[in-house]
């Protein structure tokens, strides 16, 4: 197996810290997966125990100038390595203002995921700091635990607000739960929208009922035309979530899109 990557523009840089920052901020480990054409950060835990499950997919030729790989064979061209999610977040936070970023597979007693920054300094000469982060590879039998997750098809669809208001609103909805949370609250937040492109937010408890709604949000298309069809566009479909785990997510964003779908 073989693995180097080079980055030397600074919007891709900055880009790619950020979603590496973010992952950090979901879990403590990842898995990357390397192929010739892309880099993927996979999470993969029980969702119905309360983990998170992620797929990132980045294209390679959207961030690097320099990108060559073997994988474990000919046919199967790819690799799997599981790594820290803060030691390659940390090492990244190094590569500020940064010539060049190189990533390469070594083996210095253990496998490492090496990363090399070139730093200008104020004299314009130039120094690399190298970090090395231990991985771990993962072997081919398990690789079918870390495929592209399917999404089931959705009765509702809608382009969530800005994620920065929606983060200040479930932070001061967790507030009032974590006030109250003598009255025998399970910190379940429940989420409703419907295809008029309304949202609402809800903390209902013995005492208290405290409702955020959200109006003239837009609806994507759907994937499957099957189930909506017949829908009407003012009845809500909802579900009870943890206010941490959806508060842990909204926090953990780093890459400012454009749109989020829920």
Known sequence: MKFRAKIVDTACLNHFTRVSNMIAKLAKTCTLRISPDKLNFVLSDKVANGGVSMWCELEQENFFSEFQMEGVSAENNEIYLELTSENLSR????AQNARTLKIKLT??????????????????????????????????????????????????????????????????????????????????????????GELNLKIETELVCVTTHFKDLENPPLASENGSQDRNSEEMAEVHIDIRKLLQFLAGQQVNPTKATC
């Open 91 to 94: 090492a990244l936070k190094t």
């Open 107 to 196: 083996n210095k007693h253990f496998p490492c995921l090496t990363i090399s920054i070139e730093l200008l300094s104020i004299s314009n000469s130039s120094r690399v700091v190298t970090h090395d982060i231990p991985v771990k590879v993962i072997p081919r039998k398990l690789w079918k635990d870390l495929q592209e997750p399917t999404v089931p098809d959705a009765d509702v669809s809608i382009y969530l607000p800005v994620l920065k208001t929606m983060k200040s609103v479930v932070e001061k909805m967790k507030n009032i739960s974590n006030h109250l949370v003598n009255c025998k609250i399970l910190n379940l937040q429940i989420i409703e929208a419907n295809l008029n």
